[in-house]
């Protein structure tokens, strides 16, 4: 595959992965729970590197990039197996954010102050 794919064309090599190689989609239930398994893995991650716990002494770093591809992964499998096309959705996402978080962000206190891991 080459490094940079849309999303479209990322759902076909999923797709084919599976197929050829995966043997088949495990149940949509299924993929849910290894969904939250790798957010999991994600946050793990994500609190000992920019959080406030640290890694054990003997346990090896894990890569962030990977645990994301992982994620990102299986999320691509729930889409392809429920028919869901993720470049449409995304772009009725973005649509739907725009219109209804227009102001509201700009307009949020909170968020013109300086907060963690805006250095």
Not at 19 to 30: A, C, P
Not at 38 to 50: H, L, Q, S
Not at 92 to 105: A, E, L, P, V, Y
Request: proline residues 3%; hydrophobic residues 35%; contains cysteine.
């Amino acid at each position: 595959m080459k490094k940079d794919v849309g999303v479209r064309e990322y759902q076909a090599v999923v797709d084919r992965w599976i197929n050829d190689i995966g043997v088949r989609y495990f149940s949509e239930l299924t993929n849910l729970g290894i969904l939250m398994e790798e957010a999991g893995e994600v946050a793990r991650i994500m609190t000992r590197v920019y959080g406030d716990q640290s890694f054990k002494r003997a346990e090896p770093k894990e890569d962030l990039g990977d645990e994301l591809a992982d994620l990102m992964f299986v999320l691509v499998c729930i889409a392809n197996q429920t028919g869901v096309d993720l470049p449409e959705a995304l772009e009725k996402n973005m649509i739907k954010k725009s219109t209804r978080d227009g102001t509201r962000h700009r307009n949020n206190p909170k968020l013109r102050e300086e907060g963690p891991g805006q250095d």
